[in-house]
């Protein structure tokens, strides 16, 4: 049974810094691309970034140059290190494997592809 179980999450001041860790179980990280989603009160849930099982990733616009994905394959674990926080980055987070492992990363792949998902973190950026 595919499980992700994400942690992290809190309250942070606006320019301040998280790390999100999603673990993995009931598969091998390895063969698929892992994603984390995002999404906030009244509004539609939006794909954060992406990391192909080959290690190649994408990050949405509005995240790009603050946030980074990595991997770490040997410990079945995905990270989102979090930088130069907004107030509108504030959400659920979610870690989200990708449902065929023939499925890489890329603009495409959030509104396409079919995800499994965790039970998300809270993130709070406020002052």
């Known amino acids: 049974q595919v499980q992700l179980v994400e942690s992290g999450g809190g309250l942070v001041q606006p320019g301040g810094s998280l790390k999100l860790s999603c673990a993995a179980s009931?598969?091998?990280?390895?063969?698929?691309?892992i994603g984390w989603f995002r999404q906030a009160p009244g509004k539609e849930r939006e794909g954060v970034s992406c990391?192909?099982?080959?290690?190649?990733?994408y990050y949405a616009d509005s995240v790009k140059g603050r946030f980074t994905i990595s991997r770490d394959n040997t410990k079945n674990a995905v990270y989102l290190q979090m930088n130069s926080l907004k107030p509108e980055d504030t959400a659920v987070y979610y870690c989200?494997?990708?449902?065929?492992?023939?499925?890489?990363?890329?603009?495409?792949?959030?509104?396409?592809?079919?995800?499994?998902w965790g039970q998300g973190t809270q993130v709070t950026v406020s002052s």
């Open positions: 989200t494997r990708v449902r065929y492992s023939s499925v890489g990363c890329g603009p495409l792949t959030f509104p396409s592809a079919e995800w499994y």
């Open positions: 009931g598969f091998t990280m390895d063969y698929y691309a």
């Open positions: 990391i192909s099982s080959g290690g190649s990733t």
